[in-house]
Nanobody, 122 residues
Framework: QLQLVESGGGLVQPGGSLRLSCAASGFTLDYYAINWFRQAPGKEREGVSC????????NSANSVKGRFTISRDNAKNTVYLQMNSLKPEDTGVYYCAAARLCTLNGNTMNYWGEGTLVTVSS
């Protein structure tokens, strides 16, 4: 069964850090770009950050640039999203998705995980 599984979410205070992981099972991530999305309560899903299949290219939303870093370890079939200087507006369910390209466009994804909840609150 082809699956993406996110982990690492939780409750963190403003200014804190979390590292999310996106692990694949049933297929290899080597040929896929991985895109992270988030959806806050009552808001539309938005693209956060993505990384190409080789890891040579990344892209991030302006709202997270300088705070979030995406990386991948193809040997572990896992992609990471390091989130620093977290703000309350970063709260939401974070999803990883696999696609051919790093697009941050939810309509072009091939596989989705079920999400992990990140809550930034004091």
């Amino acid at each position: 069964q082809l699956q993406l599984v996110e982990s690492g979410g939780g409750l963190v205070q403003p200014g804190g850090s979390l590292r999310l992981s996106c692990a694949a099972s049933g297929f290899t991530l080597d040929y896929y770009a991985i895109n992270w999305f988030r959806q806050a309560p009552g808001k539309e899903r938005e693209g956060v950050s993505c990384i190409s299949s080789t890891g040579r290219s990344t892209n991030s939303a302006n709202s997270v640039k300088g705070r979030f870093t995406i990386s991948r370890d193809n040997a572990k079939n896992t992609v990471y999203l390091q989130m620093n200087s977290l703000k309350p507006e970063d709260t939401g369910v974070y999803y990883c998705a696999a696609a051919r390209l790093c697009t941050l466009n939810g309509n072009t994804m091939n596989y989705w995980g079920e999400g992990t909840l990140v809550t930034v609150s004091s």
